[in-house]
C-alpha cells in the first residue's frame, strides 16, 4: 500500500471526528479514546451516569464511519444464546428435510455497545469473552468468525451498583481502555439544551468505511516508537506493583498492579493516538494522556485505599511524576 493512500485516510481522521461532534457536544476525549481503542483493535469500557449520551456517541460513531450498529441491553435475565445466538429447526421446502441453522445474535456486528454489562450475571458476561479476544463464537461445534472490523463498548453505571454483577479482574483485562465519561461543562450543557430541544435533525455523513479503517489498523501497528519511550512504558508497568516499585505511594495503596497486556495497550493506543492526531510517530505526550485509561482498571487498590477513596488514577499521577522519560 503506498504512502499517498496512508496520507488520504488520516486526512480523513479530523472530519470523522467532526461529523461526530455534529450530534455530540464536547466529551471530545472519550470520542477520541473510543476512536483510538478502534484504530488500536482492541475493545472499551465506558463508565458514566445516565443521560451523557453514551449510546448516541456509539451510535453516530458507527454511523459516520460506515459500519454495521447493534445495540445488546443487559439485563439480569439475559442468557448467552441472547447474544451470540441459537440454532432453529428449518425445513427445506424443496425435499422437506428439517435442519439446524444457526441464527446469528446481536454480536455479529462492526460495533457492538453492551449496555450495562455489570446488570448481568457472569455466566452471561463470559459470552463475550471469546468474541472479544478470538474474534470468532464457538456453537454446536462450528466456529463463526466476527465482522472485521470488530469493536465492542461496554457501559457501566457508577452510581447504583445494587443487584449488579461486578467484572472480573480477568475480564476487566480483556478491555483495552477503561474510558470515564464527565458532566459537560456549563457552555457545552447550554449548547445541548438548545439543539437536541427544536426540530432541527442533524445528518451525519459516512467519512470512512470497514476497508478504510482496517488499513488504517495495519498503520498503526507500523508507526515508530523510540527504543527510549518503550523502556518508559515497560518501567511504568513494573511500577505499578507494590513487590517491586520505587513508589512509596504504590506500596502503600495497591494490592497489585498492571500485567504485561498493559504494556502491550499503552504502547498500541500512543500509536493509535499519533495517527488520531496525523503524525507518525509516537511523543510522551501520547503516553501520559493514555496511561489513564490504559492502566485504571488494571491497579487494584487496597481495602485502606478505598476505604480513603484513593483511586487508581492518583496512583497513576504520581507514578507519571515520579518516573520521566
Not at 443487559?74 to 441459537?86: E, H, K, S
Not at 451525519?204 to 501497528?221: A, F, P, W
Not at 505511594?249 to 493509535?272: I, M, N, S, T, Y
Request: glycine share 6%.
Amino acid at each position: 500500500m503506498n504512502k499517498e493512500h496512508y496520507k488520504s485516510l488520516v486526512a480523513k481522521l479530523p472530519l470523522l471526528k467532526r461529523e461526530i461532534a455534529k450530534v455530540i457536544v464536547g466529551q471530545r476525549e472519550a470520542i477520541d479514546e473510543i476512536l483510538i481503542s478502534l484504530l488500536a483493535s482492541g475493545h472499551c469500557l465506558l463508565e458514566g451516569v445516565p443521560g451523557l449520551a453514551k449510546t448516541l456517541m456509539v451510535k453516530t460513531m458507527s454511523e459516520a464511519l460506515d459500519m454495521s450498529f447493534k445495540r445488546i441491553q443487559f439485563t439480569p435475565d439475559l442468557m448467552p444464546g441472547d447474544i451470540v445466538g441459537t440454532e432453529i429447526l428449518e425445513e427445506d421446502h424443496d425435499t422437506g428435510k428439517k435442519f439446524f441453522k444457526f441464527n446469528r445474535g446481536p454480536i455479529f456486528a462492526n460495533v457492538v455497545l453492551a449496555d450495562e454489562i455489570n446488570r448481568t450475571p457472569p455466566k452471561t458476561q463470559a459470552a463475550l469473552l471469546e468474541a472479544m479476544q478470538e474474534k470468532s463464537v464457538t456453537y454446536g461445534g462450528e466456529t463463526y468468525q466476527m465482522p472485521d472490523p470488530f469493536l465492542i463498548i461496554a457501559t457501566q453505571n457508577p452510581i447504583e451498583q445494587a443487584g449488579t454483577y461486578p467484572l472480573p479482574e480477568a475480564q476487566l483485562d480483556r478491555f483495552l481502555l477503561y474510558i470515564k465519561l464527565n458532566y459537560p461543562n456549563e457552555q457545552e450543557e447550554l449548547d445541548v439544551l438548545k439543539g437536541t430541544t427544536g426540530s432541527a435533525r442533524v445528518q451525519v455523513e459516512r467519512v470512512l468505511s470497514d476497508t478504510d479503517i482496517r488499513d488504517l489498523q495495519q498503520l498503526v501497528r507500523q508507526v515508530h516508537i523510540s527504543e527510549e519511550l518503550i523502556v518508559w512504558i515497560n518501567k511504568l508497568v513494573r511500577a505499578t506493583r507494590p513487590e517491586g516499585s520505587p513508589s512509596a505511594f504504590v506500596k502503600e495503596w495497591c494490592d497489585w498492579g498492571a500485567g504485561p497486556r498493559a504494556g502491550q495497550a499503552l504502547v498500541l493506543c500512543a500509536k493509535a493516538r499519533a495517527v488520531l492526531n496525523e503524525r507518525f510517530a509516537v511523543i510522551p505526550e501520547d503516553i501520559q494522556t493514555l496511561a489513564y485509561p490504559v492502566f485504571r482498571h488494571r491497579i487494584a487498590m487496597n481495602f485502606r485505599a478505598e476505604a480513603e477513596n484513593i483511586t487508581s488514577d492518583e496512583v497513576i499521577s504520581d507514578l507519571l511524576a515520579t518516573l520521566k522519560p
